[in-house]
């Protein structure tokens, strides 16, 4: 077990876990948007910075979602200097996502409610975490989506932009990996459609052969089939009428 201390707390936390973990299991709390358990550590919202001091007496700011615990290290969440970064960093995402209700909901916690930058306009709720393209290509394992371009064009897109991507296989793994609703997915009688910012997709749903409801995408069942090495005659009935 390593040793350190968080907002003058002394605790132990075990070797390669990150800050945020550690804080977390000792009930510390540290905001964060883009941090997601399923995939790897990405640091990409930045909301998670805390001020460190090692236990040779270095002083920096780290993303607590990525930095790994060390014996000795000191850590604080909530100093001053934290709050005036977390506090312009939410301004930032404010004026990227101004109609995003989790980043105001964040934001008026810190006691912000206008950003002094300027909204952008065609807002799509996205803060490029790449949760959902990580979680596609970790998870999943099809890389169907990810960020592309560069600076202010860069943007989270399907292969050439269309509104087609081959390997998709519509699971929806992306809009519940999405921190902010900036991914939909409905399913409305034999369709599903999922809306990236700019993309949208639609996709066939099986249809039970006992109950009659629709419950998956065909292109997902043929997906695990053939990954599994299973007869797609297996996935006519849904899970709920198996035996």
């Not at 060390?70 to 100093?79: H, Y």
């Amino acid at each position: 077990m390593v040793k350190l201390t968080i907002n003058g707390r002394k605790i132990q936390a075990e070797e390669g876990t990150t800050i945020l973990y550690a804080a977390r299991d000792n009930n510390i709390f540290i905001p964060t948007l883009c941090e997601n358990e399923a995939v790897s550590p990405y640091g990409a919202c930045r909301l998670c910075l805390v001020q460190i001091k090692t236990a040779r007496g270095r002083e920096r700011l780290v993303t607590s979602c990525i930095y790994l615990v060390e014996e000795g290290l000191t850590v604080e969440t909530n100093t001053e200097r934290i709050r005036k970064i977390r506090g312009v960093l939410l301004e930032l995402l404010l004026a990227r996502c101004p109609d995003s209700e989790v980043i105001q909901e964040m934001a008026a916690k810190e006691g912000i409610t206008i950003t002094r930058f300027y909204k952008r306009k065609g807002n799509n709720k996205c803060i490029l975490c790449a949760n959902c393209a990580r979680t596609c290509e970790e998870v999943v394992g099809v890389s169907a989506i990810s960020l592309a371009n560069r600076g202010v064009d860069r943007e989270l897109t399907t292969p050439f932009g269309d509104d087609f991507s081959e390997a998709c296989i519509g699971c929806g793994s992306c809009a519940y990996s999405c921190p902010t609703g900036a991914i939909t997915l409905i399913d409305r009688g034999s369709k599903r459609t999922i809306k990236w910012p700019h993309n949208r997709m639609e996709f066939k749903l099986q249809k039970c052969s006992v109950c009659g409801n629709y419950w998956a995408p065909e292109k997902q069942i043929a997906y695990i089939a053939k990954t599994s090495g299973t007869k797609l005659s297996e996935y006519v009935a849904c899970p709920d009428c198996r035996d």
